[in-house]
């Protein structure tokens, strides 16, 4: 398949789903395949079904932090990229000795984009090896 027909799987997390949504939406529109989760249970969950090439995860949720989060998603898709996002990335705390990059919000479309795009370049999928529920799978 050519690599222009492949996708790039983003999974974004965040409890304010104005934000998750608004990134969904700039990701989809620059050819990503991209998913929002508002916790980290579904964010796990999600994580584990869909296999995605990167995650952008809030720092602050409010059933897990996001670096536990990470670290959670980085056991359940060892390929997947990580980076978090936070309105203080500069504050003092767990991200001071935390191995991802921290992304500060509010974070320019175009910047996000080309970070997904240079972080991913290779890491594309071809549609057909998306992973179905099992649901699906038996149904077909």
């Known amino acids: 398949m050519p690599e222009r027909d492949r996708l790039t799987k983003a999974l974004i997390v965040d409890d304010d789903r104005i934000v998750?949504?608004?990134?969904?939406?700039?990701?989809?529109?620059?050819?990503f395949q991209a998913a929002a989760s508002y916790s980290a249970q579904t964010?796990?969950?999600a994580a584990d079904l869909q296999q995605p090439d990167v995650a952008i995860?809030?720092?602050?949720?409010?059933?897990?932090?996001?670096v536990r989060l990470a670290?959670?998603?980085?056991?359940?898709?060892?390929?997947t990229h990580i980076l978090l996002m936070?309105?203080?990335?500069?504050?003092?705390?767990?991200?001071?000795?935390c191995e991802f990059e921290v992304l500060a919000k509010p974070m320019?479309?175009?910047?996000?984009?080309?970070?997904?795009?240079?972080?991913t370049r290779g890491n594309s999928i071809d549609p057909s090896e998306i992973r179905q529920p099992i649901s699906e799978k038996s149904a077909a």
């Open 43 to 45: 964010a796990l969950s």
């Open 108 to 119: 320019p479309p175009g910047k996000v984009v080309a970070k997904l795009r240079a972080l």
């Open 20 to 31: 998750a949504d608004s990134l969904v939406l700039v990701l989809q529109e620059n050819s």
């Open 71 to 79: 670290r959670r998603i980085q056991v359940l898709s060892p390929r």
């Open 57 to 66: 995860i809030e720092v602050v949720l409010p059933d897990l932090d996001g």
């Open 86 to 97: 936070s309105g203080c990335p500069d504050a003092a705390g767990p991200l001071d000795t």
